[in-house]
Nanobody, 126 residues
Framework: QVQLVESGGGLVQAGGSLRLSCAFSGFTLDYNAIGWFRQAPGKEREGVSCISVSHDNTYYADSVKGRFTISRDNAKNTVYLQMNSLKPEDTAVYYC???????????????????WGQGTQVTVSS
């Protein structure tokens, strides 16, 4: 079974940085993607970024372009989300998720993701 475990969340001041990690297992690396999503209290879950596991294709929500960077280390079975210049509106629970499709312009479609991690809290103070 596909397993994903997020880590790296915490409390930071606005302008600070965090690196989230998503350790994955239980699936092959071809033709699939890992996505990062977030959900703030009372709001819908939204896509943040995604990456193909076997290719370099990456996608970002407009709200995080230029501030967040997604990357992977297949040798460590880990996908990262480097978050810089954090803003209070970035506060949310961040989830990584797996789908059986490569990263594409559809990678923020929540219903295409088959497995989800437990989430890690990111809080950005003013």
């Amino acid at each position: 079974q596909v397993q994903l475990v997020e880590s790296g969340g915490g409390l930071v001041q606005a302008g600070g940085s965090l690196r989230l990690s998503c350790a994955f297992s239980g699936f092959t690396l071809d033709y699939n993607a890992i996505g990062w999503f977030r959900q703030a209290p009372g709001k819908e879950r939204e896509g943040v970024s995604c990456i193909s596991v076997s290719h370099d294709n990456t996608y970002y929500a407009d709200s995080v372009k230029g501030r967040f960077t997604i990357s992977r280390d297949n040798a460590k079975n880990t996908v990262y989300l480097q978050m810089n210049s954090l803003k209070p509106e970035d506060t949310a629970v961040y989830y990584c998720a797996f789908r059986f499709y490569p990263a594409s312009d559809t990678c923020f479609r929540i219903n295409q993701y088959e497995r989800w991690g437990q989430g890690t809290q990111v809080t950005v103070s003013s």
